[in-house]
């Protein structure tokens, strides 16, 4: 099998003089799951539809496996699976036909469909339904079949736009859960997402996108570090607001407490020691402060930061 890969060399589109997508140089590479992080409008769907050959570049070029998209379209797109703005499956078919139809599309061998078509419905959780009527599933199952009609032909790429968006919380929970365990099949995910959160909570590596351009590409542990102060960062919440000279001349003076941020009436952001031992020490002595403490947890804060600084900077 080969090493799954997505490689962009100065890729770029254009609307008119308006630029969507500049000269984005890529390379995402093995079996992880990249997510593909920007805010509504960044190019994100511009950019994933250039790879599958959606749309055409302006300028530069991609790769899908070291294969031209351009150059070499079916041998291209024959590694990859996509699911960026599909059709609806027709009401009245169960999944196996409506992926029966896929499979043909896709050119998987007659012998091979049902072995296929069952195991991808197995991979989106749905072998229980394989034969039911799909206008009847919810918006997440129907979604979940998507996933699966992007999968039949075994792709090592997986190209997803948003797959979630849209979806209750618990579709959107069955689908991250689902896109998190395609990796242990040898494939490479690459989703697109305007959601930190989920970004932190499925991919290994995120690339950010923010008006067309990439502004970095690294894995998750590293732009945290990179980004953080060397400080964890814990959210505390309080029954009560808070007087905020309580806040600067108590808890920012409490002993492993290096710097405290008041985010809303009830609730601060602590700059704390990454140690579990000096976290403990903090918040014992936040609760001996009788202030109605109700929560103490770790926030993604310095990813968060990042985000929120990256694409409020205009230019
Ligand atoms: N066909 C099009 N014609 C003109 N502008 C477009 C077209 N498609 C996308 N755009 C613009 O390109 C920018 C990027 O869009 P898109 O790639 O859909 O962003 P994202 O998926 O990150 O939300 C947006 O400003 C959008 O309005
Ligand atoms: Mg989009």
Redesign the pocket.
């Known amino acids: 099998m080969n090493t799954p890969s997505l490689t962009s060399v100065g890729l770029g ?1 254009s ?2 003089s ?1 630029v ?2 500049q000269g984005l140089d890529l390379k995402v590479e093995g079996a992880k799951c990249v997510g593909f992080l ?12 250039m790879f599958a050959d959606m ?1 055409f570049p302006s300028r530069g070029e991609a790769f899908i496996n070291g294969i031209s998209v351009r150059k070499d379209r079916k041998h291209a797109l024959s590694h990859a699976g996509v699911l960026i703005e599909s059709p609806e499956i027709y009401p009245s078919l169960s999944p196996t036909e409506a992926l029966e139809m896929v499979a043909e599309i896709r050119g998987v061998p007659r012998g091979e469909q049902p072995r296929r078509i069952r195991s991808v419905l197995d991979e989106v959780k749905m072998l229980d339904w394989a034969h039911q009527k799909v206008g009847r599933f919810s918006k997440g199952m129907k979604q979940r079949i998507q996933i699966a009609a992007a999968l039949v032909h075994d792709p090592e790429v997986l190209i997803l ?2 797959p979630s968006t849209g979806l209750d919380p618990r579709g959107m929970a069955e689908v991250r859960a689902i896109v998190r365990e395609q990796r242990k099949h040898g494939r490479l995910i690459f989703m ?1 997402s ?1 959601i930190l959160s989920e970004v932190t909570d499925v991919c290994d590596e995120v690339a950010l ?1 923010d008006r ?1 351009k990439l502004l970095f590409y690294d894995t998750l542990a590293n732009v945290t570090a990179r980004f953080s102060t060397g400080n964890a960062q814990v959210d505390a919440v309080f029954v009560r607001p808070l007087d905020p000279a309580q806040v600067t001349g108590t808890i920012a003076h409490l002993p492993g407490v290096k710097a405290v941020e008041l985010l809303d009436p009830k609730r601060v952001r602590l700059g704390v020691p990454p140690g579990a031992l000096e976290q403990a020490q903090v918040l014992e002595a936040l609760v001996a402060l009788r202030l109605g403490l109700v929560s103490f947890k770790e926030s993604t804060g310095a990813l968060e930061d990042v985000y929120m600084q990256q694409i409020a900077r205009g230019d």
């Open positions: 589109k609307f008119g308006f969507a997508v920007g805010p509504n409008g960044a190019g994100k769907t511009t950019t994933l539809k749309i736009d948003e697109s305007h996108i067309g």
